[in-house]
């Protein structure tokens, strides 16, 4: 790599905004490592979030339509333990698809917090819900899972009901999640119920081609990435010298994407120059998949007691509901 004279802090201090900013550290260290990494955090710019709402309904991604299915049959369920008054805080809501399941199902919400990284995926949704649930108060924001949210006063105490759908905890590590999972219920407070999806182990026959689809919706995705990265950060990745790889690593039971180098090339971003070897990989998703006792496990040393797990008639995905009971 190429250290140049200009700082990424001095140069991006005037141009950028504290996002960017946030982008450029998280890129530049990502592929200043051996092991190039990128994080899937970056993946949901507009076009992005567009991608990964058309791989839902790809014949091979088979985990939105059947979380979709357990949310139907148990949306009741899930009502009838929630405080009246509640507030639905969501993690990662991207569309809000699935969520109309849970609005319509439990009558008396004071607010629907919808927190997601993608701006363009959370005004979509408000815009639609407005449409579609004209009585609904839907507090959007904007920003990090963890990040504090400032509620308007007269919502800040409410009973709160996390929901964190999509498999999304299975794209970080076990440890990352248990963490992720402890902070959430700290932040919803003591005795408060999340419903978290979660992908399940299966045949990797199914898996993979949940990643690498015929159509190729997913390596658009993966590519996309680099895409924002030649927008966002005055890159010049040539996408044709990059490809799409998904593998299983069953001794991590997850699945990891890639993009492969085509050949030896060099790419600059903003002041820097990275060399790419024919054939280096450029790791850029986990998606974890878990047994039902797995995730019990990991739930319960991240606080939460479960009070019911849901599967589909195949045993392909699962829904946990929750109850923060630190020790
Ligand atoms: N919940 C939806 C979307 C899942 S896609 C579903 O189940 O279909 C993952 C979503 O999480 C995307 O909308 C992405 O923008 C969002 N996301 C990813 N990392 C995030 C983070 N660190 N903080 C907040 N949102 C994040
Ligand atoms: C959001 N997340 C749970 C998806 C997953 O299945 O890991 C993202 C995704 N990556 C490729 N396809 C879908």
Not at 3 to 26: G, Q, V, Y
Not at 126 to 140: K, T
Not at 185 to 212: E, F, I, Q, T
Not at 265 to 291: C, M, P
């Amino acid at each position: 790599m190429n250290t140049n004279d200009t700082s990424l802090a001095s140069r991006t201090a005037n141009d950028f905004s504290a996002d960017k900013m946030e982008f450029a550290a998280d890129v530049i260290a990502g592929l200043s490592q051996p092991r190039k990494s990128l994080s899937c955090r970056w993946f949901y710019d507009a076009r992005g979030s567009a991608l990964f709402e058309d791989i839902t309904e790809l014949p091979e991604y088979y985990p939105t339509r059947t979380e979709t299915l357990i949310l139907r049959a148990h949306a009741e369920e899930i009502a009838a333990r929630t405080k009246a008054g509640s507030l639905l805080v969501e993690y990662g809501s991207g569309s809000s698809r699935k969520t109309e399941i849970l609005l319509s199902a439990i009558a008396s919400l004071a607010a629907y917090v919808p927190i997601d990284v993608s701006d363009a995926a959370l005004e979509e949704a408000r815009v639609r819900l407005a449409e579609r649930m004209p009585d609904l108060r839907v507090f959007p924001v904007v920003g990090d899972f963890l990040a504090e949210i400032d509620l308007p006063k007269d919502l800040a105490r409410r009973p709160r009901l996390g929901f964190f759908p999509g498999s999304t905890i299975g794209n970080l590590t076990r440890s990352a999640a248990a963490d992720l999972l402890h902070t959430m219920g700290l932040r919803l407070g003591s005795s408060s119920r999340l419903v978290v999806g979660v992908d399940l182990v299966k045949d990797p026959a199914v898996l993979v081609p949940a990643y690498d689809d015929a159509q190729g919706v997913t390596a658009a995705f993966n590519l996309n990435l680099l895409t924002r990265i030649n927008r966002e950060l005055d890159g010049d990745f040539d996408l044709d010298q990059f490809r799409h790889e998904a593998i299983w690593n069953a001794g991590e039971s997850r699945i990891e994407m890639h993009l492969l180098s085509l050949r030896a090339q060099r790419v600059h971003i903003l002041d820097k120059t990275f060399e790419f070897g024919a054939g280096e990989h450029v790791h850029t998703e986990n998606s974890h998949k878990y047994s039902l006792d797995d995730f019990t496990a990991l739930a319960r040393r991240a606080g939460y007691r479960t009070l019911d797990r849901w599967v589909d008639d195949k045993s392909l995905f699962s829904v946990h509901d929750l109850v923060f009971d630190p020790a």
